[in-house]
């Protein structure tokens, strides 16, 4: 009752959006769609939800086919789209209710798979759905996804915009979600947030780089890493992109991340480069990868 996905390719005239796309997700799971703007993510989820059409491969959602059987699949499923979907003009209870009556249930008879979530917005149902933040908008549209009871939940990049108290929130709910058996497919551009998913896949340029438990890629990363910093960050990214040991070196927060070519390199090799190379304050540490370097890593 998850998800399977089989050689999904879809293209916008030249744009190949989608290029052989292969995963499953399994019954309960809550798996995560990694990658930047432009990867794909909205075009799989159009296609996992009925709302395109793929040009070649195969998918079943909650044991459905997306194209035969769509109909059922829209009574199975739940679908948050990225950008706010609600009627702005309609106050949040006419909202839920709205979403309701389409699916042929009232907000009493779900009210327990919505609770959660509805008790925080609950207080402003007379307000007006475009009135409300960032982080009570994401609830609103969580709940009016759920008010049917799907088996199957789609979460086009939930938390984008939303303020970073919200945003670890909505991944408590997800968690308890997950727990009445409800599958989730959610997509996230944060790294941050891939560590709560059960799987991941990493995906850009229409292609999936690499599908596992957050813990196995990063463990996965081939090579020791290290977080450089001196008193010129611009010079120093110049300086170790001339560098004839770089194998990789990007901005990682206020850090620099940097990987040799070199299999017997060790930090004091790096320093002393940078003293030739008249850096002051410098700082050389080993550090642990990230899903981020293992994303940056395999986008190479
Ligand atoms: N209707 C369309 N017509 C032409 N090109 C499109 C269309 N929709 C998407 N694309 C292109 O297809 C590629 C994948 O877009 P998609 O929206 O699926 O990516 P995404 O990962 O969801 O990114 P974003 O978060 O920016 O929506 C992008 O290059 C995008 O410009």
């Not at 432009?38 to 194209?67: C, H, N, P, S, W």
Request: charged share 25%; net charge negative.
């Amino acid at each position: 009752m998850g998800i399977k996905v089989i050689n999904i390719s879809k293209t916008y005239d030249k744009i190949k959006a989608l290029e052989n796309i292969s995963f499953e997700v399994k019954p309960g799971e809550l798996f995560g769609l990694i990658g930047p703007d432009g990867a794909g993510k909205t075009t799989l989820f159009r296609i996992l939800t009925t709302l395109l059409i793929a040009d070649t491969g195969e998918a079943t959602v909650a044991g459905y086919d997306v194209v035969q059987e769509y109909k059922s699949i829209r009574n199975h499923v739940g679908y948050m789209p990225g950008r706010f979907s609600l009627y702005q003009d309609l106050t949040v209870e006419e909202n839920l209710n709205f979403f309701a009556t389409i699916f042929g249930t009232t907000i009493e008879e779900n009210y327990d798979l919505i609770k959660d979530i509805y008790v925080q917005i609950e207080p402003f149902k007379n307000r007006r759905a475009g009135k409300l933040s960032g982080g009570m908008k994401q609830k609103l549209a969580l709940s009016c996804a759920l008010i049917h009871k799907p088996k199957v939940l789609f979460l086009d990049e939930p938390t984008t915009g939303v303020d970073p108290v919200s945003r670890k929130e909505f991944w408590e709910m997800l968690k308890r979600l997950q727990k009445k058996n409800i599958t989730i497919l959610v997509s996230t551009p944060y790294m941050d947030e891939a560590e709560l998913c059960d799987r991941i896949a990493l995906i850009t340029d229409g292609k999936i780089l690499e599908i596992d438990t957050p813990e196995a890629i990063k463990s996965s990363f081939p090579k020791k890493i290290y977080r450089v910093k001196s008193s010129g960050t611009f010079q120093l990214i110049q300086d170790l992109g001339a560098y004839d040991k770089t194998h990789s070196a990007y901005p990682f927060g206020e850090y620099i991340h940097f990987t040799s070519t070199s299999t017997d390199f060790k930090a004091k090799d790096l320093v002393d480069f940078l003293k030739e190379k008249n850096h002051s304050n410098i700082e050389v540490m080993e550090t642990d990868p990230t899903i981020e370097d293992t994303f940056m890593e395999l986008s190479k």
